[in-house]
C-alpha cells in the first residue's frame, strides 16, 4: 500500500499567491475581474504548488461538467471490431480534447443497458450526448430526450413519433449510392446486385434507395432478386454473396453497403472462381483505410469522412454548452466557436458529400 499524498488546497494557493481564496477561484474557474497581475500570481502559484481543481467543486460554480458522452447503439463485440467505430470515435476525441473534455463511452449491449445509459445521462454526469449507430427500433432517442442532455446524432434518426428538430451530422448515403450503381452501369454491368447493411438502419435504407434509384432510371427497374439483405460485417457480406451466385449465377457486379461487407463478397466470388472485376466488378462504400488495405484486388469504394463526421458531430454539441435545447438542439455556446458551413437551431444538420475512389475491383 502506498501512502495517499495530500493535494495542494485552494487555500494554499491563495496563501502561495498573497491574494484571496475568492480571487484563486475566479482565476482557476475561468471568472472576470481579476488584474492581470493578481492573475499572474495566481496561475504561477497554481504552477509552483501543481494544484489541480477539484473537478465536482468546480463543477458547482461552472455548472460544466467538461465531460460528453459518446453512445454507441451496438454491443461491445462489433465496436471494437469494426473500424468504423475506431474512426469516428478518433474525430469526437480530437474535438473534445481540443476544448479540455473528456469523452465517457458507454455501449448498448441489451435493453437493460437503455435504461442504465439514460439513467446515467439523467444524473447530470455530462454536458451532452454524442449518439450514433441507432436502430430503427431503438428506445435511446426517447430515452434521451426524457434525460434533458443536449444531443447530437450521427446519421439521420428515423423519429417515430414525428418529434421535429433532431440535430444530426450524416453523409450523403444516398447520393453515394447512386454514384457507385452509375460507375457499374457506365462499365457495361447489367446485372448489378446489391448487398445491403441492416435494413433497420437510415444509411442502409438510404444505400438502398441510392441503389434503386439508379436501376429504375436505367433498366426500367431492377431486378429484386439482385438484393440480399446483409448486416455490414464480412460474415453478413460472405452469406449475402453465397446467396445472390445461388439465386442470380449470372450477376456481373455488386455494390455493397460497406467495406467490410465488401470485404466478404470479395472471399466468396475467389472460393468460386469468380474473376474481379473481369466477371464481376465490385464496389463498397465507406472508404476505410484498415479494411481496403486487405482487399484483393485493392478495392473501389465510395469515400465518406468517417473521421470529420466525429469530429462535426462534437463540435455542433460544443457550441451549445449547458444553455442548449434538450434533446438535440443546441444553441450557441462558450466553448467552441462558429464554423461557416455548421447550421444551428432546431433543425440543425451537416450532409457530408461523398467521393468515388476508383481502384481495381470496378
Excluded at 451496438?74 to 479540455?100: C, N
Excluded at 470529420?308 to 454539441?317: N, V
Amino acid at each position: 500500500m502506498t501512502e495517499a499524498v495530500s493535494r495542494p488546497t485552494l487555500e494554499a494557493v491563495a496563501a502561495r499567491a498573497g491574494v484571496s481564496r475568492a480571487t484563486v477561484s475566479r482565476v482557476v474557474n475561468g471568472g472576470d475581474g481579476v488584474r492581470e497581475p493578481l492573475a499572474e500570481r495566481v496561475r504561477q502559484a497554481v504552477a509552483e504548488l501543481g494544484y489541480v481543481p477539484n473537478q465536482a467543486a468546480r463543477s458547482l460554480v461552472t455548472k460544466r461538467h467538461h465531460a460528453v458522452a459518446v453512445v454507441i447503439a451496438e454491443p461491445e463485440t462489433k465496436v471494437f471490431a469494426d473500424p468504423f467505430f475506431a474512426l469516428q470515435l478518433r474525430g469526437i476525441s480530437k474535438e473534445l480534447t481540443a476544448h479540455d473534455n473528456q469523452l465517457v463511452l458507454l455501449l448498448t449491449e441489451g435493453r437493460a443497458d437503455h435504461a442504465r445509459v439514460a439513467r446515467y445521462l439523467a444524473g447530470g454526469h455530462v454536458d451532452g450526448a454524442l449518439v450514433f449507430s441507432l436502430h430503427l427500433d431503438d428506445p435511446l432517442p426517447g430515452l434521451i430526450r426524457t434525460a434533458g442532455v443536449p444531443t447530437v446524432f450521427g446519421g439521420r434518426p428515423d423519429w417515430s413519433d414525428g418529434t421535429p428538430g433532431p440535430v444530426y451530422v450524416d453523409s450523403d448515403n444516398r447520393g453515394g449510392a447512386r454514384t457507385a450503381v452509375r460507375h457499374l452501369v457506365d462499365l457495361g454491368r447489367r446485372r448489378v446486385a446489391h448487398i445491403t447493411g441492416a435494413l433497420d438502419q437510415t444509411s442502409a435504407v438510404d444505400r438502398l434507395d441510392g441503389y434503386r434509384d439508379v436501376m429504375d432510371e436505367v433498366m426500367g427497374g431492377g431486378d429484386p432478386r439482385l438484393v440480399e439483405e446483409s448486416d455490414f460485417t464480412p460474415a453478413g457480406g460472405e452469406r449475402a454473396m453465397r446467396a445472390l451466385l445461388e439465386r442470380c449465377p449470372d450477376v456481373d457486379a455488386v455494390f455493397a453497403a460497406n467495406d467490410l461487407t465488401a470485404l466478404g463478397a470479395l472471399r466468396v466470388l475467389r472460393r468460386n472462381g469468380r474473376r474481379v472485376p473481369e466477371d464481376v466488378a465490385v464496389i463498397g462504400f465507406d472508404d476505410m483505410v484498415p479494411v481496403t488495405e486487405e482487399t484483393d484486388p485493392p478495392l473501389t469504394t465510395v469515400r465518406q469522412d468517417i473521421e470529420e463526421m466525429g469530429r462535426l458531430m462534437a463540435r455542433l454539441l460544443l457550441r451549445g454548452g449547458p444553455s442548449a435545447g434538450r434533446g438535440g438542439t443546441p444553441a450557441p455556446g462558450p466553448d467552441a466557436g462558429p464554423e461557416p458551413d455548421e447550421p444551428s437551431g432546431p433543425d440543425a444538420r451537416v450532409i457530408l458529400p461523398t467521393t468515388l475512389i476508383r481502384r481495381a475491383s470496378a
